[in-house]
């Protein structure tokens, strides 16, 4: 009896229930599902995404290896559909393998900045107070300083590997996060829900981690992805000075290699260019599409 019971109850509970999605989500969900702009970015973002993550199957070996005769042009032969440079390495090899190293740098850069960004904006944004006055002169001290010539500086500093150019890009990245993760927790924690969650006893930590935070995730996802953009950008701006990782091939060093050669070959700095252009224009539209999704000011509409 009791085996048939609990078989049942077990029968009675619909499938996926423990799947269930939020309605907040489901509402997220279903705007991506019907914009055009998300469809497109997410679309080319996914293709950028899978052709870097099936680089060693499409092109095996080294990619900065020297295989064929330099100077092919493209379209010309099948081996290397797309050419090859100056020291007779295969353009399309390059770029697949190139996006594993901008993607790579991008998002780790944007998640050290977003990470660095939240923590100080949030407990500048709560706490208030001198607190406040101290972390946001440190915002503005490294708002001061270029970005560009300050990454300069730290990536001229740390060893040229991927990882340390990553980190340099998310420390200069961070300040933009922390002001706008500092307006969203000043605006929130005057809400009647984190004054009912101080009344009950609760810490701050459980406050800020809790309740402010899931409530500031809209505008920070936003921003990552934009950062995300940004890092790619930077990175390719370093490679292109020589500044990047010399044992990772990346399409900003593959520009650099080439542009002694953008008269009588223009395609060594048109296609890795390409690629760069479509890759943050995918970023963009994606994060257009999360704000449009994640904007609470559309939850009625």
Same mark, same amino acid.
């Given at each position: 009896?009791?085996?048939?019971?609990?078989?049942?109850?077990?029968?009675?509970?619909?499938?996926?229930?423990?799947?269930?999605?939020?309605?907040?989500?489901?509402?997220?969900?279903?705007?991506?599902?019907?914009?055009?702009?998300?469809?497109?970015?997410? !679309?080319?973002?996914?293709?950028?995404?899978?052709?870097?993550?099936?680089?060693?199957?499409?092109?095996?070996?080294?990619?900065?290896?020297?295989?064929?005769?330099?100077?092919?042009?493209?379209?010309?032969?099948?081996?290397?559909?797309?050419?090859?440079?100056?020291?007779?390495?295969?353009?399309?090899?390059?770029?697949?393998?190139?996006?594993? !190293?901008?993607?790579?740098?991008?998002?780790?850069?944007?998640?050290?900045?977003?990470?660095?960004?939240?923590?100080?904006?949030?407990?500048?944004?709560?706490?208030?107070?001198?607190?406040?006055?101290?972390?946001?002169?440190?915002?503005?001290?490294?708002?001061?300083?270029?970005?560009?010539?300050?990454?300069?500086?730290?990536?001229?500093?740390?060893?040229?590997?991927?990882?340390?150019?990553?980190?340099?890009?998310?420390?200069?990245?961070?300040?933009?996060?922390?002001?706008?993760?500092?307006?969203?927790?000043?605006?929130?924690?005057?809400?009647?829900?984190?004054?009912?969650?101080?009344?009950?006893?609760?810490?701050?930590?459980?406050?800020?981690?809790?309740?402010?935070?899931?409530?500031?995730?809209?505008?920070?996802?936003?921003?990552?992805?934009?950062?995300?953009?940004?890092?790619?950008?930077?990175?390719?701006?370093?490679?292109?000075?020589?500044?990047?990782?010399?044992?990772?091939?990346?399409?900003?060093?593959?520009?650099?290699?080439?542009?002694?050669?953008?008269?009588?070959?223009?395609?060594?700095?048109?296609?890795?260019?390409?690629?760069?252009?479509?890759?943050?224009? !995918?970023?963009?539209?994606?994060?257009?599409?999360?704000?449009?999704?994640?904007?609470?000011?559309?939850?009625?509409?």
């Amino acid at each position: 009896m009791a085996m048939a019971e609990h078989a049942g109850r077990a029968a009675a509970v619909p499938r996926g229930a423990r799947l269930r999605l939020s309605p907040r989500l489901r509402r997220t969900l279903g705007r991506l599902a019907v914009n055009p702009t998300a469809w497109l970015g997410f !679309a080319i973002l996914g293709t950028v995404i899978g052709l870097a993550a099936f680089a060693p199957v499409l092109f095996p070996g080294d990619p900065l290896d020297m295989v064929a005769e330099p100077f092919v042009r493209p379209f010309v032969a099948l081996a290397h559909p797309l050419g090859t440079d100056s020291l007779g390495r295969d353009v399309a090899a390059g770029i697949v393998h190139g996006a594993r !190293a901008s993607l790579l740098v991008g998002f780790v850069a944007a998640l050290v900045g977003t990470l660095v960004g939240t923590a100080i904006g949030a407990v500048a944004g709560y706490r208030g107070g001198l607190v406040d006055d101290l972390l946001v002169r440190l915002t503005e001290l490294f708002q001061t300083i270029p970005s560009f010539i300050f990454l300069v500086v730290l990536v001229a500093i740390v060893p040229p590997k991927a990882v340390w150019v990553a980190l340099a890009i998310g420390i200069v990245s961070w300040p933009t996060v922390a002001r706008l993760v500092r307006a969203e927790f000043r605006s929130l924690r005057r809400r009647d829900f984190v004054l009912a969650a101080r009344s009950v006893g609760h810490s701050a930590s459980h406050i800020v981690l809790r309740e402010i935070l899931p409530n500031a995730l809209p505008a920070i996802i936003v921003t990552g992805s934009v950062m995300v953009a940004s890092a790619i950008l930077l990175e390719s701006a370093l490679s292109f000075l020589g500044m990047g990782d010399p044992d990772v091939v990346s399409w900003g060093a593959m520009i650099g290699s080439g542009r002694e050669q953008l008269r009588t070959a223009w395609y060594l700095t048109a296609l890795p260019g390409a690629a760069i252009v479509v890759t943050v224009l !995918a970023l963009n539209l994606v994060g257009d599409a999360l704000n449009d999704a994640l904007n609470p000011r559309l939850e009625d509409r």
